[in-house]
């Protein structure tokens, strides 16, 4: 398993005014989808292409288009749905799939309330979306659900994890192929399983639920 946390002014930037707790709903919709737009030039590196011929209006050439079977993005609803928007616009041509996820607030524990998924994901190359990784027991869950349907190979995009989290997903996923692509790593998880400083709950800031 690869991690990579970006490193960027411009991210860091966005993610404090995401942060703030008095930046309304409508300015941390979009500030996720921006920050998403700029995740995914990362998490995209390893697409997979293939070769094709064009003619310019100068000359033949040789490019790339992105390989088929098409790349598969899968957003953890609800909070992932919102970074959807930035990431298809990088990836037009992609599937996208839903898992649908909820972490108990007393145990901690993920359970999945919907999958829409294709049954066979062999040879396909998946890219998961959730903008929190804190105790990591979602990312686990949704991660091992792609591989046992025969994903090759899986990225995750979060916009903030907790170390703990991050360590887990690490442990659980040892070996595998998996690439996880962050924002940022706080510093801990807080007795409740909240990311600290992190942001709060993304889900309810997203869609105005508190
Ligand atoms: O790493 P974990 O400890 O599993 O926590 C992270 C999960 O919690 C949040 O979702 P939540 O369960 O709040 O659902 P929501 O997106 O509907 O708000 C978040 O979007 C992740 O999916
Ligand atoms: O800090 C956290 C932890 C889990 N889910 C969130 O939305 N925020
Ligand atoms: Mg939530």
Redo the contacts with the bound molecule.
């Keep these: 398993m690869r991690v990579h946390v970006a490193d960027h002014p411009l991210i860091t930037h966005k993610l404090t005014v995401l942060r703030d707790q008095t930046t309304p709903s409508p300015v941390f919709r979009s500030l996720v989808e921006e920050l998403m737009t700029l995740l995914a030039y990362e998490g995209t590196r390893g697409v997979r292409v293939e070769p094709v011929d064009i003619i310019t209006p100068v000359a033949a050439a040789t490019g790339v288009r992105i390989a088929e079977p098409k790349p598969l993005i899968v957003p953890?609803?609800?909070?992932?749905l919102g970074m959807l928007e930035g990431m298809v616009k990088l990836l037009p041509t992609a599937e996208v799939g839903f898992l649908g996820?909820?972490?108990n607030e007393e145990t901690?524990e993920?359970t999945t309330y919907a999958e829409r998924l294709p049954d066979d994901l062999s040879d396909r190359q998946c890219f998961v979306l959730?903008?929190?990784?804190?105790?990591?027991?979602?990312?686990i869950a949704a991660i091992e659900f792609l591989l046992k349907r025969g994903a090759t190979d899986v990225t995750a995009i979060c916009i903030l994890a907790a170390p703990e989290?991050l360590a887990a997903v690490e442990r659980a996923l040892e070996g595998r192929e998996v690439t996880v692509v962050l924002g940022a790593v706080d510093e801990r998880l807080n007795e409740l399983?909240y990311i600290v400083p992190g942001l709060g709950?993304?889900?309810?800031r997203l869609y105005g639920t508190v």
């Design positions: 953890i609803l609800r909070a992932g996820m909820a972490r901690l993920p959730d903008p929190m990784l804190a105790t990591g027991g979602s990312l989290g399983g709950d993304a889900g309810d």
